[in-house]
T-cell receptor, first 113, second 110 residues
């Protein structure tokens, strides 16, 4: 595809459930980022992949959050035992390298009820 | 830790006037400073960026200035138009991750 694609666009889940959010980066982009954006706030860094490895996961809030990128392309953000405070828009971005401009997907709006 | 402060949080200007948004960053090693525009319900879109080896960059009505000594950078929009209304975010790159400011809601009044 031409841009970064995220699925689903919206996800409503019950407290305590497990969710997976998917990101398809721009083809050929080696760097991939996950951010979380709450209403009225700037994107908050979660994790950065360079290729298949997580180069920086310092933004993951706790061990309920985990992300993978097994083949260096598609990435999945996994959230266990969801809490209402996890409700936010989860944004994915990719860039050609870790120092080039980053392009964002449209985000997944997660609502935990 | 890394920190980016952005001001003002809201800005209202008359159509045709200029708008300026300012950001400061904490880590002097940061070397890349992009600006994103986000319309309601949409993804952030890169509008301009600057690297630490230049002091100013311009693209039509948009310009960005960087003062590395003072660790601040600014976005300037001239001849504002209604379609410039959006939330604008500055960011600074720290060790290959972008840290964002809190955003400025810009409203252009006709």
């Amino acid at each position: 595809g031409a841009g970064v694609s995220q699925t689903p666009s919206n996800k409503v889940t019950e407290k305590g459930k497990y969710v997976e959010l998917r990101c398809d980066p721009i083809s050929g982009h080696t760097a991939l980022y996950w951010y979380r954006q709450s209403l009225g706030q700037g994107p908050e860094f979660l994790i950065y992949f360079q290729g298949t490895g997580a180069a920086d996961d310092s933004g993951l809030p706790n061990d309920r959050f985990f992300a993978v990128r097994p083949e260096g392309s598609v990435s999945t953000l996994k959230i266990q035992r969801t809490e209402r405070g996890d409700s936010a828009v989860y944004l994915c971005a990719s860039s050609l390298t870790g120092t080039a401009e980053a392009f964002f997907g449209q985000g997944t709006r997660l609502t935990v009820v | 830790g890394e920190n980016v402060e952005q001001h003002p949080s809201t800005l209202s200007v008359q159509e045709g006037d200029s708008a300026v948004i300012k950001c400061t960053y904490s880590d002097s090693a940061s070397n890349y400073f992009p600006w994103y525009k986000q319309e309601l319900g949409k993804r952030p879109q890169l509008i301009i960026d600057i690297r630490s080896n230049v002091g100013e960059k311009k693209d039509q009505r948009i310009a960005v200035t960087l003062n590395k000594t003072a660790k601040h950078f600014s976005l300037h929009i001239t001849e504002t138009q209604p379609e410039d209304s959006a939330v604008y975010f500055c960011a600074a790159m720290y060790t290959q991750k972008l840290v964002f400011g809190q955003g400025t809601r810009l409203t252009i009044n006709p």
